[in-house]
Structures are given as structure tokens and as C-alpha cells.
């Protein structure tokens, strides 16, 4: 596509419950990343994708945090049992070749925990 | 791994004024420097980037500088509009590296 695509573009959800998080990234871009951005903060990396590398996922703040991509493309960002602390907007971003190229960023996604 | 210190975390100047934001980084492997601007419920936007081979790099009135030496470089934004007003990030990575790594931001307000 013509730039990197989130979904859903706001999402309120109850403590406790799962939500799910999209990534569409830019065709032929190999590399994917998911960073989080509190109210104000900077950019918190989470995790990230290479081809078919096994992915980095030294970010993820705990267990309940996991990311899959299949096929090389779309991602999922899933957040299990979600907390009022995980409320913050989830960006995704994609490269062509990894850090030497700069990053394309989606527009994210706000996620707020009630 | 890299660790990338970006200063002030915020900044105002009057319009038409110059704003300079600094940023250093530790491993001297890195070799590719972007700089990211996010205004307020935007994305980062790449705005400038930065190779080592070089020492300074202009864009209208946008300027990024580095030296290798003291691990450091900066971002110069001339006669400021209030456009822009934003949050900016540095970033850094080396050779063969498959991520960025990022600085904390610099709000710069630009005052009409």
C-alpha cells in the first residue's frame, strides 16, 4: 500500500479483556516494528520483525504482550488481560532494510483501559 | 547496545528565531542518523537524515550535523515558523543493525 496502515484507529476496552492490534506495512518493506507512546512520552520499543528472522522481542513489557507476522506482511499486536497502564498509542512502523533506511510510521492505534 | 541521550527535552523560541536540539550517542559503530517530527496526535514523520560519511547536511531550513569524534549530532531549524511546533526525535543506528534507536524527544513550541 501507499503508506503503513493501523487498526483500529481508537479502541476502548475493559481492564481484563484482550485486544488485538493491527500492522498492514508498506509492500516489500522486510522490516516491521511496534513501539508504544504514553501521553507525552517518547517512543517505547516493544518488539520487531525482520524476514524471516525469529523476531525481537526484548521489548515487550510482560507475558501478556505477544506479536505474530504472517507472511511476511500483516502483524498482529495482541495484548491479553489488558490493564489500565497498557493505555497509551500503539504505533507500528516499516522499513525497507532494517535501521539504515529510516522508519514509515502508521498512524497508531489509541488504546484506552477502563 | 546504543544508547541515544537527546537534549533539551523541551524548547521554545520566538518565531523567527533558530531552535538547536542536541543529541549523543554511545556506540561508535553507529552510522545513520534520522531525525523525526511529530506534531501533536500525528505520526513521526522523517524529516532529515544523516550518514557518517558526511559532516553536514541541509534541507531548506533544516540542518543536522554530526561529528563522529565527540559522538554527537544536532539538529538546526532556522528562522522558525509555528509550524514548527512539534515533538522531535533523534535516532541512531550502525551498519548492518535492524533497528533504530531513539532519543526522548524535544518539544519545541515556537512562539508567534
Known amino acids: 500500500g501507499a503508506g503503513v496502515s493501523q487498526s483500529p484507529s481508537n479502541k476502548v476496552t475493559e481492564k481484563g479483556k484482550d485486544v488485538e492490534l493491527r500492522c498492514d506495512p508498506i509492500?516489500?518493506?522486510?522490516?516491521l516494528y511496534w513501539y508504544r507512546q504514553s501521553l507525552g512520552q517518547g517512543l517505547e520499543f516493544l518488539i520487531y520483525?525482520?524476514?524471516?528472522?525469529?523476531?525481537?522481542k526484548s521489548g515487550l513489557p510482560s507475558d501478556r504482550f505477544s506479536a505474530e507476522r504472517t507472511g511476511g506482511s500483516v502483524s498482529t499486536l495482541t495484548i491479553q488481560r489488558t490493564q489500565q497502564e497498557d493505555s497509551a498509542v500503539y504505533l507500528c512502523?516499516?522499513?525497507?532494510?532494517?535501521?539504515?533506511?529510516?522508519?514509515?510510521f502508521g498512524s497508531g492505534t489509541r488504546l484506552t483501559v477502563v | 547496545g546504543e544508547n541515544v541521550e537527546q537534549h533539551p527535552s523541551t524548547l521554545s523560541v520566538q518565531e523567527g528565531d533558530s531552535a538547536v536540539i542536541k543529541c549523543t550517542y554511545s556506540?561508535?559503530?553507529?552510522?545513520?542518523f534520522p531525525w523525526y517530527k511529530q506534531e501533536l496526535g500525528k505520526r513521526p514523520q522523517l524529516i532529515i537524515d544523516?550518514?557518517?560519511?558526511?559532516g553536514e547536511k541541509k534541507d531548506q531550513r533544516i540542518a543536522v550535523t554530526l561529528n563522529k569524534t565527540a559522538k554527537h549530532f544536532s539538529l538546526h531549524i532556522t528562522e522558525t515558523q509555528p509550524e514548527d511546533s512539534a515533538v522531535y526525535f533523534c535516532?541512531?543506528?550502525?551498519?548492518?543493525?535492524?533497528?533504530?534507536?531513539f532519543g526522548t524527544g524535544t518539544r519545541l513550541t515556537v512562539i508567534p
Open positions: 512502523a516499516s522499513s525497507l532494510d532494517g535501521g539504515q533506511r529510516g522508519y514509515t
Open positions: 509492500s516489500g518493506h522486510t522490516a
Open positions: 520483525f525482520q524476514g524471516n528472522s525469529a523476531p525481537d
Open positions: 556506540d561508535s559503530a553507529s552510522n545513520y
Open positions: 544523516i550518514r557518517s560519511n558526511v
Open positions: 535516532a541512531a543506528s550502525a551498519s548492518g543493525a535492524n533497528n533504530l534507536f
